[in-house]
């Protein structure tokens, strides 16, 4: 990759990405003893239990073992569902009130202990501690916003077309819910989903990613603790090996009324097919690719600000964020040297306990293939290195700007999920929203620009479920947070996120003889 770079790109990268050795990450080791939340086994039915086996759980930016976590299989797994359908029996006749008052009692405890749960985050998952404590704060304000929602949930009085009828329309909750979430956002994917489910008087069984339990089990700890009953709230870690067997109950067994998935689009399919037999309500919310538009009459500074929160927060790895960068021919040259400044002065590689890191490592090893794999095609297909492209320790790998990238390139037709940024130079607003509308997926997309008739047409034009204009950061417990085509079905959080876990029942109420 070296070559393709020009000694003045060689001297930017040093200081964009120190290099980063084994050595430099040894001393990061999270202190089991001054851990309080940190827990191992399952939680079902209000009790921790010990599954046949265990399976690791690593620091990935240095390999080490964090803990070792149940194993859950098919068996907890019917056994949480079983729990959970027992419990919503008595959940479901609670009072909105009461369901309030016990999930403000979780948002109460999750910031008391915002420092410990973000330090879980930071080990397991690899964000920097800020980003980690940021997570904590979305995460909280979930269970915050769906307690105040849980007694808004009403429903209607339909005018008659007949004197003697009146129509009544009842909103209730549909069941147990399987959640099932991703590493990326280990605590606020599961806030997001349970809050709501809990408001609307669901119950649930969370199955969290392979690489991120720790964050779900210190949640149903702290869920034990705000007084949640027994079987309301159940969470089945598991490993990879045992992810399609644990997925396969959750999907298919008879009791289970709505799934709920975060993750990639291929697996989403999958659970939908699975779901189709017994004909469950779900909800998903899959893959993204989205577009960052910069017009030329963008102010340029706050457009490289947007593109630096939306690509760079937690190393490149959001569903929202931006994968394609567009960028009108008049403000090209300006917006990447401008770009290129910015990742030399503000993002540092390490690991997330470091306080002075902004970037810590990829998941895994796959990811960081998968990053190196698209900047090679890139350059094979004559884009030109400007910053980074190169893997450092481990899953670390350097932030990397690429320029005279063209649509043909996997990076413009695959999502990343890393710390790329190729830049696509177009001519007209007509051609950057062509490009842009040509994925299959449609979840965020952003643009900056300054002429209001055309900040108008681009939002109203652009195939996305969430458009940020002039911003590059959209996500907030208020407003809806889903996508169109095959980014998902459904929305979660803000008013709208309550009823994915409610049916409406009619009731005709006749004879009355006015």
Known sequence: MSAVCA?????????????LTAAMLRNYSLDVSAAPLLRTQGYVDGRWV???????????????????VSDCGPAEAKQAVDAAYKAFESWKRSTAKERSVL????????TLHKEDLAKLITFECGKPMKESLGEITYSASFLEWFSEEARRVYGDIVPSPVRDRKIFLLK????????????????????????????????????????????????????????????????????????PAVGQVLCTDPLVGKISFTGSTATGKVLLKMAADTVKKVSMELGGHAPFI??????????????????????????VCSNRFLVQSGIYERFVDKLGQ?????????????PQTTQGPLINSRAADK????????????????????????????????VDVSTDMLCTREETFGP????????????????????????????????????????????????GVNEGIVSSAEAPFGGVKESGLGREGSKYGIDEYLEVKYMCLGNLNP
């Open 50 to 68: 010990s599954a046949a086996s265990v399976f690791p759980v690593l620091d990935p930016a240095t390999g080490q073992e964090i803990a070792r």
């Open 420 to 467: 790329l940024v190729p830049v696509i130079r177009f001519e007209t607003e007509q051609e950057a929203l062509a490009v842009a509308n040509s994925a299959n997926v449609g979840l965020a997309g952003y643009f900056f620009s300054q002429d209001v008739s055309q900040i108008w047409r681009v939002a109203e034009d652009l195939e996305v479920g969430m458009v």
């Open 342 to 354: 910015a990742m030399d002065a503000e993002l540092r590689l390490g690991h997330g306990s470091d």
């Open 172 to 243: 209730q909750p549909v069941g147990v819910a399987s959640i099932i979430t991703p590493w990326n956002f280990p605590s606020a994917m599961i806030t997001r989903k349970v809050g709501a489910a809990l408001a609307a008087g669901c119950t649930v069984v969370v199955k969290p990613a392979e690489d991120t339990p720790l964050s779900a089990l210190a949640l149903a700890e702290l869920a034990e603790q705000a007084g949640i009953p027994a079987g309301v709230f159940n969470v089945v870690p598991c490993s990879r090996e045992k992810t």
């Open 371 to 402: 990053v190196l794999q698209q900047v090679s095609d890139a350059v094979s297909r004559g884009a030109t290195v400007l910053r980074g492209g190169k893997r450092l320790h481990g899953s670390f790998v350097e932030p990397t700007l690429l």
């Open 294 to 319: 910069v017009f030329d009459s963008a102010d340029v500074d706050r457009a490289v600000a947007g593109a630096m929160a939306s690509k760079f927060r937690n190393s490149g790895q959001t569903c």
């Open 7 to 19: 000694p003045r790109t060689r001297r930017l990268l040093r200081l964009v990405a120190p290099r």
């Open 103 to 110: 999930l403000r009692k979780w948002f109460d405890l999750m």
